[in-house]
């Protein structure tokens, strides 16, 4: 190779995130399709972090994404905004310690353009912090 830079690319892991992106682009399309909303992604997931499944709740107009890191769920919540609904807040965070672990419990509520989100999880601060700086707002509607 001689002074130049080379990158090794595992086929045999690029198929599997392949296949996990593919699921979660798939979530994110099946939420506009069935709540008419297009969400703020992550812009930044910690290494570990993986999409596994989506509950979509069209009556509450609700979405649950869950997300698997350290052998823990993360949870993030998608609903949007009513009039009969509490959750209007702007961002906040707040932290549990737990006593079995070093990692501390992290919830965030936030909302943008009539849109409420909650991301719930066990993690490190800095982590946590990382997916909140990096959250992808988009401009457009359904």
Do not use: C, H, W
Request: no cysteine.
């Amino acid at each position: 190779a001689g002074k130049q830079d080379t990158q090794t690319i595992n086929v045999k892991d690029m198929e599997k995130q392949n296949t996990e992106d593919e699921k979660e682009v798939s979530a994110y399309a099946e939420i506009r399709k069935k709540l008419g909303v297009v969400t703020v992604r992550f812009g930044y997931m910690p290494k570990g972090m993986k999409f596994q499944n989506i509950n979509i709740d069209e009556e509450q107009k609700s979405a649950r994404l869950f997300y698997r890191y350290n052998g823990q769920i993360i949870r993030y919540t998608i609903y949007l905004n009513d009039a009969d609904s509490s959750f209007g807040q702007t961002l906040t965070v707040e932290e549990y310690e737990m006593k079995e672990s070093e990692e501390s419990r992290f919830v965030t509520n936030f909302s943008y353009k009539g849109v409420n989100y909650q991301l719930k999880g066990v993690m490190d601060r800095k982590d946590f912090v990382k997916i909140l700086k990096n959250i992808i707002y988009f401009n457009k509607s359904a």
